[in-house]
């Protein structure tokens, strides 16, 4: 056990003594939000893994960018169903957000 009393480390402890900055900076960036992209398509496919992201708006361009590749995907099969869409839920189980495809990609006559 490391007994030291100088140099911010508390005695009978490995933590270092934190200054109220360092505290709101730990607090602030400490949590990274994970969220859950589920595809509802063909057959609903549920993200089991999730990715880390630093907010909804990150989330959310990740759900537009993954709806896109798969509109594409779809394409060169010879179909696009413009009603498919990814649900992105937090770690709670929330739905924050419902990206459609047909609000991704602009079809042009």
């Given at each position: 056990m490391i007994h030291l009393h100088q140099g911010g480390v508390q005695p009978g402890t490995l933590r270092?003594?934190?200054t109220r900055a360092t505290r709101l900076i730990r607090d602030r960036w400490a949590r990274v939000p994970r969220f859950f992209f589920h595809l509802y398509d063909d057959m609903v496919v549920r993200d089991e893994e999730g990715i880390e992201l630093s907010d909804l708006a990150s989330a959310r361009n990740?759900?537009?960018e993954n709806a896109?590749?798969?509109a594409c995907a779809e394409?060169?099969?010879g179909h696009l169903n413009l009603k498919h869409r990814i649900e992105v839920e937090d770690e709670s189980g929330?739905?924050?957000l419902t990206v459609r495809f047909a609000d991704v990609?602009?079809?042009d006559s």
């Amino acid at each position: 056990m490391i007994h030291l009393h100088q140099g911010g480390v508390q005695p009978g402890t490995l933590r270092p003594k934190l200054t109220r900055a360092t505290r709101l900076i730990r607090d602030r960036w400490a949590r990274v939000p994970r969220f859950f992209f589920h595809l509802y398509d063909d057959m609903v496919v549920r993200d089991e893994e999730g990715i880390e992201l630093s907010d909804l708006a990150s989330a959310r361009n990740k759900a537009v960018e993954n709806a896109r590749e798969i509109a594409c995907a779809e394409v060169l099969e010879g179909h696009l169903n413009l009603k498919h869409r990814i649900e992105v839920e937090d770690e709670s189980g929330a739905v924050h957000l419902t990206v459609r495809f047909a609000d991704v990609v602009r079809l042009d006559s």
